[in-house]
T-cell receptor
């Protein structure tokens, strides 16, 4: 079973920041949080990952709470092309080998 | 660089028929995954290869599904015989590392299978 819970859907206005929450209250100390997204009719695409520190790349920022029980993916200036299902995943197993995917959040960016 | 290639893009078969899917990973990627994604759900791992060896096939229904990765490059996933519940998108992914905290998966566009 997935170790994460996410809201099933969210809306965001184009040009505004999209903040996607994820709960992972049972995460272990050495387990990473990953975010992927899946645009309709395409395969998932890697976005970002982190352990305990906040991370930023060209696509997004990842904010992980100090107790590591939740995180937020931030798309700073959402565009229509960011409309997708966003998956928050905790990497589990020996050597952090497995990704267990949940149902994700369907983000709709509106003009 | 070229991405993960999958074919066919779509396949429609009748139950009890056989079907095969093909995947060509990104050049140089040692690890290859096959996932099954049922409509409205997240991907579910079927099998993981490292080069031409199987790392994890614990969720592969071995009575009807088989997969191979000869020569550690291309891979084929077969279903024989197909059931109605096999209707799904079959995704292939590859990575340059074997698991680990910093592994990034690169996915193909998938094969959408409809079993009638």
């Amino acid at each position: 079973d997935a170790k994460t819970t996410q809201p099933p859907s969210m809306d965001c206005a184009e040009g505004r920041a999209a903040n996607l929450p994820c709960n992972h209250s049972t995460i272990s100390g050495n387990e990473y949080v990953y975010w992927y997204r899946q645009i309709h009719s395409q395969g998932p695409q890697y976005i970002i990952h982190g352990l305990k520190n906040n991370e930023t790349n060209e696509m997004a920022s990842l904010i992980i709470t100090e107790d590591r029980k939740s995180s937020t993916l931030i798309l700073p200036h959402a565009t229509l092309r960011d409309t997708a299902v966003y998956y928050c995943i905790v990497r589990v197993g020996q050597n952090n080998r497995k990704l267990i995917w949940g149902l994700g959040t369907s983000l709709a960016v509106n003009p | 660089e070229a991405g993960v290639a999958q074919s066919p893009r779509y396949k429609i078969i009748e139950k009890r028929q056989s079907v095969a899917f093909w995947c060509n990973p990104i050049s140089g990627h040692a690890t290859l995954y096959w996932y099954q994604q049922i409509l409205g759900q997240g991907p579910k791992l079927l099998i993981q290869f490292q080069n031409n060896g199987v790392v994890d096939d614990s969720q592969l229904p071995k009575d009807r599904f088989s997969a191979e990765r000869l020569k550690g490059v291309d891979s084929t996933l077969k279903i024989q015989p197909a059931k109605l519940e096999d209707s799904a998108v079959y995704l292939c992914a590859s990575s340059s590392t074997v698991g680990g905290a910093n592994e990034k998966l690169f996915f193909g566009s998938g094969t959408q299978l409809s079993v009638l």
